[in-house]
């Protein structure tokens, strides 16, 4: 037993060596110790889309569209997906965060870290009736029946992208910073597209309403541009990271961020390939009758379904991916530069394109692509397989968007 315990002791110490020393001790080639255990994350609200095959194209139905979109098999390495479009009150966090930071910007609200640079103090109360805040509430002649509300065309912020691409193909020639992009945006919903979208239409009490009461707080966010919805998957990844380093050290080195477009199909068909819905029939009518989605049915037909304008972000039932509202409610941005002809050329594996167009390019190089349909759409758009575009910074009552997050290792199967 005295012998057993010795030689346990000395197993002990020799593994302490190694691991303060790495393999210098041994001569072995045994890696390094020490490195950081890896659990993966399962984000809230949030489903897992496990690694397959994908055969994408247009369906029967959509003969013509054969010609430039030719049908072709691509992989698709697995991912995270919300399991909603992002709601109003989701965003709404979003916009009281830039908020606060605003204020806290005026009122001089910092604390110094560790390593000299300023941060919010975020523990501080803002007291909304200091003076100094005057600047963030409309003014003189803007203020509407001696309200007082916050000016939003103030709620601005910055967001950054590194542009993987152009540093592949630079071969480390130029300096870092220049593939580091950044740009600052509005990200207050555009809450005028309301009326904006329809002609001799009254519909003022959404552009009231939607956004802000709470009747609408888990109908999906829309009025969101393109950009917005990049700048708040950037805000998204921040704000996760800082709360995993501050509990456990562990950090996600992928960002949250809007679905490629053949990510976003491959989602929609929840394990059906080439089924045409979401729900895999082929038609928008279960057995008995009862519309399966938001959408517009007929002419002059909008509350049918059960919704009038949209509805609810988790109505009806969702795909076998446990996803909702894929089809109908609202279309969804995803990160996809729209071009006609992309499936003649585009990589079968995990297959994507992008292009960051700035205002001197034309509009069709604006062009961004929307998948889903919407509530005012027909029911040819709630296809798993329909392309269709908007410019990225354009704002719609019927375009939102929902976000997407790589899996990192091995299939979710193999834990």
């Not at 489903?47 to 098999?73: E, K, W």
């Not at 870290?113 to 509430?137: K, N, P, Q």
Request: with cysteine; aromatic share 16%.
């Amino acid at each position: 037993m005295k012998k057993l315990l010795k030689s346990l002791l000395s197993l002990s110490v020799l593994t302490i060596v190694m691991a303060s020393c790495g393999s210098q001790e041994s001569g072995q080639l045994v890696g390094v110790f020490d490195r950081p255990a890896w659990k993966g994350i399962n984000p809230y609200g949030m489903v897992y889309i496990p690694s397959g095959t994908l055969h994408i194209g247009p369906s029967d139905q959509d003969v013509a569209n054969t010609f430039v979109q030719r049908s072709r098999a691509i992989s698709i390495q697995g991912f995270y997906m919300d399991d909603t479009e992002i709601t109003n009150n989701e965003y709404r966090q979003f916009v009281y965060w830039v908020k606060d930071s605003i204020a806290h910007t005026y009122l001089d609200n910092y604390i110094e870290s560790d390593d000299g640079e300023d941060y919010i103090d975020w523990e501080m109360e803002i007291d909304w009736e200091d003076e100094t805040l005057d600047d963030m509430f409309y003014q003189g002649d803007d203020k509407f029946a001696g309200k007082q509300e916050l000016d939003v065309r103030k709620f601005e912020y910055e967001y950054e992208w590194y542009d993987w691409q152009k540093a592949a193909h630079d071969h480390g020639k130029s300096p870092r910073n220049t593939f580091i992009k950044r740009d600052k945006v509005n990200i207050y919903p555009d809450t005028l597209v309301w009326i904006r979208d329809f002609s001799y239409s009254y519909n003022e009490p959404m552009t009231r309403n939607y956004f802000w009461h709470p009747a609408f707080d888990d109908y999906p966010v829309v009025g969101i541009n393109w950009k917005t919805a990049n700048a708040f998957s950037y805000w998204r990844t921040k704000l996760w990271n800082t709360y995993r380093a501050g509990t456990n050290g562990e950090v996600n080195s992928e960002d949250f961020r809007l679905p490629t477009e053949h990510e976003w199909e491959y989602a929609a068909r929840g394990g059906h390939d080439l089924a045409p819905y979401p729900w895999g029939g082929y038609y928008t009518r279960n057995a008995k009758g009862c519309l399966l989605a938001n959408f517009k049915p007929g002419r002059g037909n909008y509350p049918e379904d059960g919704g009038l304008y949209t509805v609810k972000a988790d109505a009806y039932f969702p795909n076998d991916y446990g996803l909702f509202n894929m089809a109908g409610n609202v279309a969804e941005w995803t990160s996809t530069a729209y071009h006609e002809n992309a499936y003649a050329f585009l990589h079968d594996l995990n297959p994507d394109l992008r292009y960051d167009a700035t205002e001197e390019d034309t509009d069709a190089q604006r062009r961004k692509v929307v998948r889903g349909g919407s509530w005012k759409g027909i029911a040819y758009f709630m296809q798993t397989g329909t392309r269709h575009w908007e410019y990225q910074d354009t704002t719609k009552s019927y375009v939102g968007f929902r976000n997407a997050l790589t899996f990192l290792g091995r299939s979710i199967n193999d834990f």
